[in-house]
C-alpha cells in the first residue's frame, strides 16, 4: 500500500490549501481514509476521516473550516483546509487501516504564517 499526499505548503493565516492524498495497492473505493496531523512536540491527531461510502468526521478544532472528500476513480481523497489558523501548522498524512494493519503516508508541511 502506498499513499502519496501533497499539496502542503505556506500560508498566510486565513488563507486556504488543498491537501490530495493519491492510493495505490489496495482497492480504493472499499476503505476508509483518514487525514492526521502532527505538530512539533505533540502526539498525532485525527483531523477528518471519510468513510468508504463517503461519509465525513471533523475533529472539533476543524469543523466548520476543513472538508475532507475523495474521489474514487482517482484513488485519491482530499482535505479542503480554509481559514487556516496558526495552530493548524503540522505535517499532514493519510492514512488507512487494512489487512489488520495501519499504513501512512509521507506527510506533507502546512506552515501557517501570522
Known amino acids: 500500500v502506498q499513499l502519496q499526499a501533497s499539496g502542503g505548503g505556506l500560508v498566510q493565516a486565513g488563507g486556504s490549501l488543498r491537501l490530495s492524498c493519491k492510493a495505490s495497492?489496495?482497492?480504493?473505493?472499499?476503505?476508509?481514509m483518514g487525514w492526521y496531523r502532527q505538530a512539533a512536540g505533540k502526539q498525532r491527531e485525527l483531523v477528518a476521516n471519510?468513510?468508504?461510502?463517503?461519509?465525513?468526521n471533523l475533529a472539533d478544532s476543524v469543523e466548520g473550516r476543513f472538508t475532507v472528500s475523495r474521489d474514487n476513480v482517482r484513488r485519491t481523497v482530499y482535505l479542503q483546509m480554509n481559514s487556516l489558523k496558526r495552530e493548524d501548522k503540522a505535517v499532514y498524512y493519510c492514512?488507512?487501516?487494512?489487512?489488520?494493519?495501519?499504513?501512512w503516508g509521507r506527510g506533507t508541511l502546512v506552515t501557517v504564517s501570522s
Open positions: 492514512g488507512t487501516y487494512a489487512w489488520s494493519r495501519a499504513f
Open positions: 495497492g489496495i482497492n480504493f473505493k472499499l476503505y476508509d
Open positions: 471519510i468513510t468508504s461510502g463517503g461519509g465525513t
